[in-house]
């Protein structure tokens, strides 16, 4: 019998906030590489019709014991654990949808995309390790680079201080996991068509605006960051730990 194919082939890969945008065009492109992949979101994700093996689990990447669970039970039923994306996220937009309050909606910010991504990559290195190494894929943004467009004005919004603190938890946690397997890199999207952005691309004269920041004259689409996310979780990316990918088509090339 002659070993299935695929760039992601006899890897188990877990991906948080799979339910949509990102994350599941991350479960769709590792699935179709044959990795075996482990759908994680709030809430139970949909996995029916997708390309297998998968399987999902319902998970509060806020919570430790949740999360550190839901791993556990990952490595003991497939084998191990090689590679995570911590795609969970949420924006200032729909962070909460009870409230106004600015400190409410800032710690909300700040819990699910840098604490979560924290408690994650924290309980999963175990495992990764002893699966023989693996990779971490974070997802930060470009607004963990530069601020937000003065078009949008919003100087109190949490998420680009939480994806700043990705990018810089990125690089330390690649340093002190390089000598043990475990390489640990983070994506840094422009403005991408998902729900994050809805509220913001369903307005056309905003949309147009955003479109209009991207020299590429567009926003990108969820499979152009899975495709980077897939690089660098192969082996193909094996020298490549601690970095920042920027895909937004020329925008912090200005």
Request: hydrophobic letters at 45%; charged letters at 10%; zero cysteines.
């Given at each position: 019998m002659t070993s299935p194919s695929g760039r992601l082939a006899g890897k188990v890969a877990m991906v948080t906030g799979a339910s949509s945008g990102i994350g599941k065009a991350c479960i769709e492109r590792f699935s179709a590489e044959n990795?075996?992949?482990?759908?994680?979101?709030?809430?139970k994700p949909v996995t029916e019709g997708l390309m297998g093996p998968l399987s999902s689990y319902a998970c509060d990447?806020?919570?430790s014991d949740s999360i550190k669970e839901v791993i556990n039970n990952i490595s003991s039923e497939y084998g191990g654990l090689h590679?995570?994306?911590?795609?969970?996220?949420?924006?200032?937009?729909?962070?909460?949808s009870d409230t106004t309050d600015i400190e409410r909606i800032w710690d909300r910010v700040i819990e699910v995309n840098l604490k979560g991504t924290f408690l994650t990559s924290m309980h999963s290195v175990p495992e990764i390790e002893k699966s023989g190494g693996g990779a971490i894929i974070n997802l930060a943004s470009t607004m963990g680079i530069v601020g937000?467009?003065?078009?949008?004005?919003?100087?109190?919004?949490a998420y680009p201080p939480s994806k700043?603190?990705?990018v810089q938890f990125t690089k330390t946690l690649a340093v002190d996991l390089a000598d043990r397997g475990i390489r640990v890199n983070c994506l840094c999207p422009g403005f991408v068509e998902t729900s994050l952005t809805e509220s913001l691309t369903s307005d056309n004269e905003t949309n147009n605006y955003l479109k209009g920041l991207h020299p590429m004259g567009r926003l990108g689409r969820p499979d152009e960051i899975a495709n980077a996310a897939l690089f660098l979780a192969s082996d193909e990316s094996s020298f490549i730990t601690g970095s920042s990918l920027?895909?937004?088509?020329?925008?912090?090339?200005?």
């Open positions: 990795a075996t992949v482990i759908a994680v979101d709030i809430a990447v806020t919570n590679i995570v994306v911590n795609s969970a996220g949420v924006s200032a937009r729909n962070a909460l937000y467009p003065t078009g949008l004005r919003n100087g109190y919004s700043g603190g990705v920027v895909i937004d088509g020329g925008y912090t090339a200005q």
